[in-house]
């Protein structure tokens, strides 16, 4: 790194230039905490590994805080909610309350019913922690959904980061049952309609539902074992998975290193950010007060799930426009758009589908199909080369289509979760709405797939123009022979290689059907299968720019002088600072066999002479 | 070279040509033109130099940066001071009015916001601390391939094969089985107590409702007529008193006086009435089950089991609020719209010598949410 200007290092110290500098002491303070940490380290040899972690680089981007949304999201939850077990009783015995809401007063409830509104009305400050603790939960979810979209749409998920997508997936899962146990436990009358619904699909299992119920539930529904157990499910069960997920999705995170957008400098081989100590300590501790404080600010502005408002839970009453909260929406709108007829009476038997697929099928397979996707593109494309650069969305146009479908189709799910709530707003036809979405369902998500497509190949032409031509710059030239042409302004090389970094794609081809001895070689149906996969992806692939093609445009005949006067086309070897050394140290991606011998699978980097 | 075409201006892709098999690439080799070289590629020109922020090169600009993240950390002093002081000094009972939110506690929302601010204090502090303040030269770490080099894997192999070797593992297969045999079955003792004490076999419960009566010793029900009660008052309903186009909730007489298993009765009995000119009724066993236009349908959804809740007195349709079946009560409740797809079940009814209305039988099925085997009991 350049140093000339601050010999010692830290920004500040030039402020201090012509200082004589002192020997350094160690402070009083700093002696101690040194002492501190040496008695630990005399017992563990815990520092080494710690100076490797506090000495770790992280590269900066905006879309890798959404991520740490979701973690700080997290902890808050699992702070907030253990205050919370101080005063919540995960009961549903029969009491009647005397608590300090007037208008329930005398009502008789269940204890996990009275505690929650004790929590909100007679403990100081605890409303505000209930609050925290659902928009937290809320955030968590919103974060780690959003956190999976960029993750997907970078191709982050490549190997070799596949276990983690799928770590994250079991999370995202484990998420919204948690989500869904919670907000059951205070047992009010919204969150008992939504465990009765429950109780209703549990029951539609083939076969074995109404013993799966009556297991769940201890009982007939609601019985008193159902709070207690959510309970322990909550409290205990999943945030030990999730902390525990967690913990392994962060560990891998730091093994592998993060990935980083392409750019200059930035190669496949190497990591180029933020060393944590100082700046991420500051910056991702300081992030974590920043969501903290945004989640407190939210938390007492507006009011979350008002318990108060519904009153204990009975099976018999209910309340117009009962929703969940909106992870369980996408699950509750496929339940509104699956049509009746799809309950079937067999040999006296009831195989319930109309509820079955919404509610037992669907979640999972959401889940399962996220999960395997890293693996069928690996599968399709062929590529076994670990990739740290991510990808910009716009140039795998077909992936970036997919994943809008993908989205397309969930929002439909949700969307018709509140076809109640639209009818009434926009005064239109329940029905209507329900058909709508339900013929939503197929054709919008294959539309948002082509208009994706079509964009992002859109996008891709646009580079390659930017990149051939740059820039028209407006000022029109008037030439000695009296023609006229537009200067077009150039891009640096390092504007440029944004627009030309990623690697060129063709979709996989069968070998010939008989080999060069004339020998049949029939391709099997596997093979056959993923050359069509693969042409699916790749066949209107757009290339990035060569150097060949921008010198062809370069010297193509017009307007050549006017583009040649504003740059030196192949002067590319970096233009200022000097070529002291190599960045990259020539380790090359692994590189599986049959990938060699043709391929630069190293990328790009070990070559090049690159400013240190 | 592949044939990326080389004319400024015209289409870019790569175009597929020349004979069936000419840009073949074998299927093991990636998604790279592998017909024997790859175009040539630009070269990645390096970092782009550095440029320094005001304060790395202006002291005034350094000072400025210092003060602020001050101010912003003294304001997470004075936000957690004053949420002590609201902590202490709020009434609880007292309201405030926010502009855009309504009226709410004002302990809550100072308690809020006072946190807030002393957690945004610290956050943006810090950030801004990390961005004007401390290093901002992107610093370069080597990546390295995850897997272990080919010594390891070929020791990872050979100590597992040693392991295996040298326990009589694979000499003595009579270990292997019986110990696979115990491991697989270890479980049993751990989940079957915990799935035998789940809850008790549901039998013919989800079949029967409060209607059918106490059940005798011999496993029948007494199916004994009971008084149509109002919920909640637990009043009985003179015929007379349901005027058309009225509604009542309904519960059978006793339920509300339990004093165990409260819910679980309702959740199974709990029946809408209504009145209906007879006239409109199209289907004779309604008409038939009813009273003189006076029909009783179980208030629980067919689809996962909501209370029915909505009844549009002009279109006679009974709406559920959770997933909007429509139920059309003069078509004997018949699903109009969504997705349930079994009626709701009538509750045959009838008067008693005083006049109120009273059940001629239980339901003749199960009511609420399908299950596998409803049909069979």
């Known amino acids: 790194m350049s140093t000339e200007i601050f010999p010692a290092g830290r920004p500040a110290d030039r402020l201090r230039d012509g200082d004589r500098p002192e020997p350094q002491q160690p402070s009083n303070a700093a002696r101690k905490v040194g002492g501190v940490a040496g008695w630990i380290d005399d017992r563990t040899g815990a520092a080494k590994g710690v100076n490797y972690l506090l000495r770790k680089v992280f590269p900066d981007h905006w879309s890798f805080m959404l991520g740490e949304i979701a973690m700080y999201s997290l902890i808050i939850c699992l702070l907030s909610g253990a205050l919370l077990t101080l005063w919540f009783v995960p009961s549903a015995g029969h009491i009647v309350y005397d608590g300090s809401y007037v208008p329930l007063r005398g009502q008789g409830m269940s204890e996990a019913y009275a505690s929650t509104l004790d929590i909100s009305f007679d403990i100081r400050g605890g409303l505000l922690v209930r609050q925290i603790h659902h928009w937290a939960a809320l955030m968590f979810i919103v974060g780690l959904t959003v956190h999976m979209f960029r993750v997907f749409f970078t191709g982050a998920f490549r190997k070799p980061r596949e276990i983690n997508w799928v770590i994250g997936t079991v999370l995202a899962l484990l998420a919204i049952i948690e989500g869904f146990a919670g907000y059951s436990l205070p047992d009010d009358l919204l969150s008992g309609t939504g465990l009765r619904a429950m109780e209703g699909f549990v029951q539609t299992a083939p076969v074995i539902g109404s013993y799966l119920a009556y297991g769940i539930f201890g009982g007939p529904f609601p019985g008193e074992a159902i709070i207690p157990r959510l309970f322990s499910a909550h409290v205990l069960l999943i945030p030990a998975l999730l902390v525990g997920l967690f913990t392994a999705h962060i560990v891998l995170v730091a093994v592998q290193k993060h990935t980083q957008f392409p750019g200059p400098g930035r190669t496949n081989d190497n990591v180029v950010g933020y060393r944590v100590m100082p700046v991420y300590a500051a910056k991702a501790g300081g992030f974590f007060f920043i969501v903290f404080g945004i989640i407190a600010a939210i938390s007492a502005l507006v009011t979350i799930n008002p318990i108060w408002a519904y009153g204990p839970y009975d099976p018999s009453p209910v309340t117009a426009g009962s929703q969940p909260d909106w992870y369980m929406g996408f699950a509750d709108g496929a339940l509104r758009l699956l049509p009746g007829w799809l309950e079937f009476h067999i040999l006296g038997f009831t195989l319930s589908l109309n509820i079955a697929l919404g509610a037992l099928v669907l979640l999972p397979l959401v889940y399962t199909v996220l999960g395997v996707y890293p693996f069928v593109e690996k599968w399709v494309t062929g590529d076994t080369r670990e990739h740290h650069l991510l990808d910009r969305p716009r140039n795998n146009p077909t992936r970036t289509g997919i994943g809008m479908a993908g989205i397309v189709a969930y929002s439909v799910f949700m969307f018709a979760a509140g076809n109640d709530i639209m009818a009434i707003k926009l005064g239109l036809s329940i029905n209507d709405i329900t058909w709508f979405l339900r013929i939503g369902l197929f054709v919008l998500p294959p539309l948002a797939f082509w208009v994706t497509k079509r964009i992002c190949l859109s996008l891709q032409r646009r580079d390659r123009d930017l990149a051939l031509h740059a820039r028209e710059s407006g000022r029109i030239i008037r030439g000695a022979d009296g023609s006229f042409h537009e200067r077009h302004d150039a891009l640096t090389e390092r504007e440029r290689w944004i627009l030309v970094q990623h690697e060129p794609v063709a979709p996989l081809e069968l070998m010939p059907s008989v080999d060069e001895n004339g020998v049949a070689r029939p391709a099997t149906r596997k093979e056959r299968l993923r050359a069509k996969l693969s042409h699916f992806y790749f066949k209107d692939a757009v290339n990035p720019v060569t150097p060949a093609e921008l010198a062809a445009a370069h010297h193509d005949g017009h307007r050549a002088e006017a583009i040649e006067a504003a740059q030196t086309p192949f002067d590319y070897e970096g233009v200022e600072g000097s070529h002291e050394g190599h960045r990259g140290d020539g380790h090359g991606a692994d590189t599986d066999a049959g990938l060699e011998s043709d391929v630069d699978a190293r990328g790009v980097g070990s070559s090049s002479p690159i400013r240190e | ?377």
């Open chain 2, 1 to 377: 070279m592949n044939e990326q075409d080389s004319h400024p201006t015209g289409s870019s892709e790569v175009t597929p040509t020349g004979e069936f098999g000419s840009g073949a690439v074998r299927l093991d080799q990636g998604h790279v033109v592998g017909d024997g070289g790859i175009p040539e590629r630009f070269q990645n020109p390096g970092f782009a130099p550095h440029i320094h922020r005001g304060a790395d090169i202006d002291h005034a600009a350094a000072k400025r940066a210092e003060r602020t993240v001050g101010g912003l950390f003294l304001l997470s002093i004075l936000g957690t001071l004053g949420f002590i002081v609201a902590y202490f000094a709020i009434d609880p009972e007292a309201t405030i009015f926010v502009p855009g939110i309504g009226q709410n506690k004002a302990l809550h929302i100072a308690l809020g916001v006072t946190m807030a601010l002393s957690l945004l204090g610290i956050g943006f502090g810090a950030v801004q601390w990390a961005k004007t303040l401390m290093p901002d030269e992107e610093e370069v770490e080597m990546r390295h391939t995850m897997r272990s080099g080919p010594e390891a894997r070929a020791d990872f192999v050979s100590i597992l094969d040693d392991g295996a070797e040298s326990s009589h593992l694979k000499r003595r297969p009579l270990l292997k089985y019986t110990l696979g045999g115990a491991l697989g079955l270890f479980a049993v003792p751990v989940v079957l107590p915990v799935l035998g004490g789940l809850g008790p076999m549901p039998g013919d419960d989800l079949s029967v409702s409060y209607w059918n009566g106490p059940k005798e010793e011999d496993g029948t029900y007494a199916n004994t007529p009971l008084r149509l009660m109002r919920d909640p008052q637990n009043t009985p309903i003179k015929a007379s008193d349901v005027t058309i186009g009225s509604v009542f909730h309904v519960m059978p007489d006793g339920l509300l006086d339990l004093e165990e298993h409260l819910l679980e009765a309702k959740a199974k009995a709990a029946v809408l009435l209504m009145r209906l000119d007879p006239d409109i009724i199209t289907s004779q066993k309604e008409k038939d089950w009813g009273y003189e236009g006076i029909v009783a349908y179980s208030k629980i959804c067919t689809h996962v089991g909501c209370p029915v809740g909505l009844y549009e007195q002009q279109t006679h349709h009974l709406l559920c609020p959770c997933h909007q079946s429509t139920f059309d009560v003069t078509q004997d409740c018949k699903v109009i719209f969504g997705p349930a797809k079994r009626p709701l079940p009538q509750l045959p009814i009838t008067v008693d010598d005083e006049g109120y209305l009273i059940s001629k039988g239980p339901f003749k099925e199960a009511v609420g949410p399908s299950f596998w085997e409803r049909g069979s009991v």
